[in-house]
Every structure is written in structure tokens, then in C-alpha cells.
């Protein structure tokens, strides 16, 4: 007899998970939150509550997840601030006693100007904005998160890098060094946690993604041209990034540790 686990049934991958999704209110995070939610896991849906709507939206979220038979929960935390984000994970363990998978969506908001900004005429402030969030809120998850996964006996985590961070890019400089840090980090981190822990640690790189945020920074004539430079010929789609998002957080993944999912259409082939 194999010795090997038998694959999780298509559909129900994360029976009896605990997930929490940062940024799980909006784009990205919430496909995939609502993707774990119809995967069989109980989902805590993450807001900052920085924003006049973030509440609300989570509210949604979870209103959506609960009408497709899933349990699920807002919780809101300034990432910044490992305070609320401690106090946000334990919020998740009292309610249902465990914690299993982190997948962190949460990203500072860009737009045209702060993408086409001089890279050396940067505040202090302005260089850290992106950094606090995308990357220090990443690494405040994975520290509030990993002894509880280690008393579970089971951890998944996925952080969110991109692609342009691998062959470099000159726009976008904030936003590309916190998410290249995401990258770099996960290099570093993920033979600790695996080995102390039992907590998988990986990272996606995602390319150009069809978001409502994204997409409003271009005009239709700046979007054709950026589809060119992708050899698929067009965006990433959210469900696409999440999909990957599942498989690195369910047990398809049981062998990967510690590595860089690029998911970009081709732009960036390693």
C-alpha cells in the first residue's frame, strides 16, 4: 500500500481550513477569498478599515460567502501595525480554534502619478508608504500567524510579489522594492518556518492584472499597449492569481516550499 496522502477531492481542497485573507474586501483578495470559501474553508476576511468603505465591503464579502454555505468573519487591522494584526489573528483563533492558511493581498493603492514618479525624488515617507503595507504587513501576518499553525501541526502562507521585481522595471519604484522585499523575504524565511514551524512559506509574482484599480490608471490606447509586451496577448484575471493562490494553500503544493510562482502571461520566463 502507498504511503502517499490521497489527493484532496476537486472542489473541496480546503475541507477544515482556517484562512485568512488580507485585503480580502477587494480585487484579488476577495476572489480568492470567496475561491477558499467554496474550497470548504472557513474564511476571515481582512479590511484595514483605513478606508470609509473597507467595512462594508468586507461586510459583502462575507454576506457572499455566507450564501455559498461557507462560514466566515470581517476583521479589520491596520497592517502597519502588528498591535491590531496580533489582536486581529487572535480574533480568527477564538472563533474557530485554529488557524491553517494566510494568503496576504493587502497592497498600498497606486495610481498614474505615484507609478511615473521620479524614483529619486522620494520622500522618506513617500519611499516607506508601499513598504509598511505591502511588505511589513506581509511580515506581521506571517509572525502573528506562525505559532498557532505550529500548534495546529499545519501552515500555508502565500505573500504577493511581482513580476517586474525579477528582470527590474523603472516606473513604480515604492511599489516594485516592497514587493520585491516580499520575494526576498520568502528566500530567507522559508527554511525557518518549515523546519520550526511545519509552515509552508511561498510567494506569487503576478504581472499586469484586469483589477478596477488597475485598470483605471490607463486610458483604452495605454492599456493596448501594454497588452503587447505581454506574449499571451492580454491581462492576468483575478481568478487566475487566486487559483494559485489555492494551489500553494492546499495540499497539491505538499513539495513546494519557499518558491516564486510567477504568473504574468509570459512576460518574465525563468
Given amino acids: 500500500m502507498s504511503s502517499e496522502k490521497d489527493p484532496q477531492p476537486t472542489g473541496r481542497r480546503l475541507e477544515n481550513e482556517v484562512a485568512i485573507i488580507t485585503g480580502g474586501n477587494g480585487g484579488i483578495g476577495e476572489v480568492a477569498a470567496l475561491l477558499f470559501g467554496r474550497e470548504g474553508a472557513r474564511v476571515a476576511v ?3 478599515g483605513l478606508g470609509d468603505t473597507s467595512a462594508a465591503r468586507a461586510a459583502e464579502v462575507v454576506k457572499r460567502l455566507e450564501n455559498l454555505g461557507a462560514e466566515a468573519i470581517s476583521i479589520r487591522a491596520n ?3 502588528y498591535s491590531e494584526v496580533t489582536s486581529a489573528v487572535e480574533e480568527v483563533v477564538n472563533k474557530w480554534g485554529k488557524l491553517s492558511l494566510l494568503s496576504c493581498f493587502a497592497g498600498l493603492q497606486g495610481n498614474t502619478a505615484s507609478w511615473n514618479e521620479d524614483p529619486l525624488e522620494l520622500s522618506d515617507d513617500d519611499l516607506l508608504s508601499a513598504i509598511r503595507v505591502d511588505f511589513l504587513g506581509s511580515y506581521h501576518f506571517i509572525k502573528a500567524c506562525k505559532d498557532h499553525m505550529k500548534k495546529g501541526g499545519y501552515g500555508k502562507v502565500v505573500v504577493i510579489s511581482s513580476s517586474p ?3 527590474g522595471e523603472e516606473a ?3 511599489f516594485i522594492l516592497a514587493k520585491d522585499l516580499n520575494r526576498i523575504a520568502v528566500k530567507s524565511l522559508a527554511p525557518k518556518l518549515i523546519r520550526d514551524y511545519g ?3 511561498n510567494v506569487i ?4 492584472v484586469e483589477t478596477t484599480a488597475n485598470k483605471k490608471n490607463y486610458n483604452e490606447k495605454q492599456w493596448e499597449e501594454l497588452m503587447k509586451w505581454v506574449p499571451l496577448g492580454r491581462a492576468g484575471k ?3 492569481i487566486a487559483r494559485v493562490a489555492l494551489f500553494l494553500s492546499s495540499h497539491d503544493s505538499d513539495f513546494v516550499v519557499g518558491q516564486t510562482i510567477v504568473v504574468d502571461g509570459g512576460e518574465v520566463r525563468l
Avoid: C
Fill in 205 to 208: 509574482a503576478p504581472g499586469t
Fill in 79 to 81: 497592517v502597519s501595525n
Fill in 199 to 201: 509552515v509552508y512559506l
Fill in 238 to 240: 483575478p481568478e487566475e
Fill in 172 to 174: 513604480g519604484f515604492r
Fill in 165 to 167: 521585481t525579477i528582470n
Fill in 46 to 48: 481582512h479590511y484595514s
